[in-house]
């Protein structure tokens, strides 16, 4: 039974449509991808593992790329560079403009990736928004907290210069 199952799945999973990537250059295949959403999530794992001048010389290539040929792939491989790369690269304004060229007969997972770019865009946007919120609170925070301490400072010595006054008056009393 267990022997069946294994096999129903290594079917099923054959069965996926696989999508052929070609070279930039030519009309043959280079590699077979199983859906559009590996690819995607590869080339992104790949774009992490890069130090900064390849991640410079990755944003030229694609922009060069996406000059000679503005096709679907290469504006999202320029707009996953651009939205989710290392910061010396990271460029979310242009990233947005790109997203929203999509053309509307893209597939399903390059538009599902578009989304979701657009959607990590849009809530780090929110996040900064907020970051710069609660930066300023702490700050009139601090100011609070350092006028209280100076009050409490101050309302401290009176205390003791009080103290010091009742001190000889109450020797004489005794």
Same mark, same amino acid.
Request: hydrophobic share 40%; net charge positive.
């Given at each position: 039974? =267990?022997?069946? @199952?294994?096999?129903?799945?290594?079917?099923?999973? &054959?069965?996926?449509?696989?999508?052929?990537? /070609?070279?930039?250059?030519? /009309?043959?295949?280079?590699?077979?991808?199983?859906?559009?959403?590996?690819? *995607?999530?590869?080339? *992104? *794992?790949?774009?992490?593992? @890069?130090?900064?001048?390849?991640?410079?010389?990755?944003?030229? =290539? =694609?922009?060069?790329?996406?000059?000679?040929?503005?096709?679907?792939? #290469?504006?999202?491989?320029?707009?996953?560079?651009?939205?989710?790369?290392?910061?010396?690269?990271?460029?979310?304004?242009?990233?947005?403009?790109?997203?929203?060229?999509?053309?509307?007969?893209?597939?399903?997972?390059?538009? &599902?990736?578009? /989304?979701? @770019?657009?959607?990590?865009? #849009?809530?780090?946007?929110?996040? #900064?928004?907020?970051?710069?919120? @609660?930066?300023?609170?702490?700050?009139?925070?601090?100011?609070?907290?350092?006028?209280?301490?100076?009050?409490?400072?101050?309302?401290?010595?009176?205390?003791?210069?009080?103290?010091? /006054?009742?001190?000889?008056?109450?020797?004489?009393?005794?």
């Amino acid at each position: 039974m =267990r022997n069946y @199952l294994l096999l129903i799945v290594v079917f099923l999973y &054959a069965c996926q449509p696989m999508a052929v990537q /070609r070279d930039a250059d030519s /009309r043959v295949p280079v590699a077979l991808r199983v859906d559009d959403a590996a690819y *995607w999530l590869e080339e *992104w *794992w790949r774009l992490r593992a @890069l130090s900064p001048e390849q991640n410079e010389q990755a944003l030229e =290539r =694609r922009q060069q790329e996406f000059a000679r040929r503005p096709d679907i792939r #290469s504006r999202l491989r320029l707009a996953l560079l651009l939205a989710e790369g290392p910061a010396e690269v990271r460029d979310e304004r242009r990233a947005l403009k790109l997203l929203q060229g999509l053309e509307p007969h893209a597939s399903a997972s390059s538009r &599902a990736l578009a /989304r979701l @770019l657009t959607q990590a865009i #849009s809530e780090k946007a929110g996040a #900064s928004d907020k970051i710069v919120v @609660l930066k300023q609170a702490l700050t009139e925070s601090e100011v609070r907290v350092k006028e209280l301490e100076r009050q409490l400072q101050e309302l401290t010595n009176i205390e003791q210069s009080i103290q010091k /006054r009742e001190t000889p008056l109450e020797r004489k009393e005794k």
